[in-house]
């Protein structure tokens, strides 16, 4: 079955550091893939999504690669900000248009 | 602001009894889909409808239905709970069935005391 594994959190970094979340699937045929975020007290927010091998999405500063040959998803951002704190998770959907979602990744950014 | 609104907020009621949640869709979207987020399961599909018919089910129990009514406002109706069932419940909206971008509601946070 399709499935989503991301690393778990949390993450505690410093404003400006560099930022890896690690995420890989599982999956039947070619899903699209996404990112999404979520605010503290707030719902989810699609961040990007890349729908084809080697697409690369990005938004706000964050980038991820479909890599299909490491069925890969890893989201990635230069500089972190206070502001960048959330929950972040990675997701696929297949043809049956349900998303599927990691466990989520918890980021604390530190001033 | 998405343009799914979600009512209400939070909610807090007893073992044994039955809620229902609501859920507006975007203006125009046919789609709405119901998720659960939990501490120990995550963030789980529920039950998708698509202009008033179901289209999809994911991990919804029996205790749980959904509809979706002619002005394609859902309904979520969770009945006998248990402590269990305390959750975040979302809903999302989008335009059509297939690859169209799901737009989440706020969330209606969900007590079982």
């Known amino acids: 079955g399709n499935s989503v594994t991301q690393m778990e959190g949390p993450v505690t970094l410093s404003e400006e550091a560099f930022l890896t979340i690690n995420c890989t699937y599982t999956?039947?045929?070619?899903?699209?893939l996404f990112w999404y975020v979520q605010y503290p007290g707030e719902g989810l927010q699609l961040l990007l999504k890349a729908t084809k091998a080697d697409d690369k999405g990005s938004n706000k500063g964050f980038e991820a690669t479909y890599r299909k040959e490491t069925t890969s998803f890893h989201l990635e951002k230069g500089s972190v900000q206070v502001s960048d704190s959330a929950v972040y998770f990675c997701?696929?959907?297949?043809?049956?248009?349900?998303?599927?979602f990691g466990k989520g990744t918890r980021l604390h950014i530190l001033p | 602001d998405s343009g799914v609104t979600q009512t209400p907020k939070h909610l807090i009621t007893a073992t044994g009894q039955r809620v229902t949640l609501r859920c507006s869709p975007r203006?125009?979207?046919?789609?709405v889909y119901w998720y659960q987020q939990s501490l120990d399961q995550g963030l789980q599909f529920l039950i998708q409808y698509y202009n008033g018919e179901e289209r999809a089910k994911g991990n919804i129990l029996e205790r749980f239905s959904a509809q979706q009514f002619p002005d394609l406002h859902s309904e979520l109706n969770l009945s006998s709970l248990e402590l269990g069932d305390s959750a975040l419940y979302f809903c999302?909206?989008?335009?059509?069935?297939?690859?169209?971008?799901?737009?989440f509601g706020p969330g209606t946070r969900l007590t079982v005391t």
């Open positions: 203006s125009g979207d046919l789609s």
């Open positions: 999302a909206s989008s335009p059509g069935q297939g690859f169209y971008e799901q737009y």
């Open positions: 999956a039947t045929g070619y899903p699209s």
């Open positions: 997701a696929l959907r297949n043809r049956d248009d349900k998303i599927i």
